[in-house]
């Protein structure tokens, strides 16, 4: 069964970081697309940056150049490197696996439980 759960989240002062880790088990790993999706109250899911097997990335325009989006397949672990963070970016942060590549659509067959991120100004 695939599972996948999220750490990292915290809160910060805005121009601040933060790394989210997105642990994997139950399937090959790296044979799976993946992406990180955020929610904020009263807000639709989003998503945020995406990577596929092969290592190339898609993100969504207000992050990039700020997120960076990573996994490590001898870990089972993805990542999401969040620098610059702004209050904008507070959400709930989830990762998402699939074998079908939904580039940053939340189509995503498997989801973590989340983990929270709270930027103050």
């Known amino acids: 069964q695939v599972q996948l759960v999220e750490s990292g989240g915290g809160s910060v002062q805005a121009g601040g970081s933060l790394r989210l880790s997105c642990a994997a088990s139950g399937y090959t790993y790296s044979s799976y697309y993946m992406g990180w999706f955020r929610q904020a109250p009263g807000k639709e899911r989003e998503g945020v940056a995406a990577?596929?097997?092969?290592?190339?990335?898609s993100y969504a325009d207000s992050v990039k150049g700020r997120f960076t989006i990573s996994k490590d397949n001898a870990k089972n672990t993805l990542y999401l490197q969040m620098n610059s963070l702004k209050p904008e970016d507070t959400a709930m942060y989830y990762c998402?696996?699939?074998?079908?590549?939904?580039?940053?659509?939340?189509?995503?067959?498997?989801w973590g439980q989340g983990t929270q991120v709270t930027v103050s100004s």
């Open positions: 998402a696996a699939d074998r079908i590549f939904w580039w940053l659509l939340p189509r995503y067959e498997h």
């Open positions: 990577i596929d097997s092969d290592g190339s990335t």
